[in-house]
């Protein structure tokens, strides 16, 4: 199983930005298709953004298109989410999960797809 590990969470003002990283230790993320997901205090886990194994598809939910960009970099073996104009709705617990699938050019935003999730990261975004 892979151990994925996020960072990069924390308290930002409304209007400000983060990024969350996602790296695996020993195991590399190549071949894996890897998604954000968050979960607010008595809400359901939300599919936030994915990224193909190959890096040809992304895709993101309404709620935070235009506002958040997700990105491999194959050199660090870690993925990014990094997030602008931050909102209050924005503050969750993140998580990054990994979906074994090679040179796959799709990705899909359901939890269920997903074998191997990170501890996850709060995220607050308050004044």
């Known amino acids: 199983q892979l151990h994925l590990m996020e960072s990069g969470g924390g308290l930002v003002q409304p209007g400000g930005s983060l990024r969350l990283s996602c790296a695996s230790s020993?195991?590399?993320?190549?071949?894996?298709?890897i998604a954000w997901f968050r979960q607010a205090p008595g809400k359901e886990r939300e599919g936030v953004s994915c990224i193909s194994s190959s890096g040809l598809n992304e895709n993101y939910a309404d709620s935070v298109k235009g506002r958040f960009t997700i990105s491999r970099d194959t050199d660090k073996n870690t993925v990014y989410l990094r997030m602008n104009n931050l909102k209050p709705e924005d503050t969750a617990i993140y998580y990054c999960?990994?979906?074994?699938?090679?040179?796959?050019?799709?990705?899909?935003?359901?939890?269920?797809?997903?074998?191997?999730w990170g501890q996850g990261i709060q995220v607050t975004v308050s004044s």
């Open positions: 020993g195991s590399t993320l190549d071949y894996y298709t």
């Open positions: 999960a990994a979906d074994y699938s090679p040179y796959s050019v799709f990705c899909v935003r359901d939890g269920g797809r997903y074998k191997s």
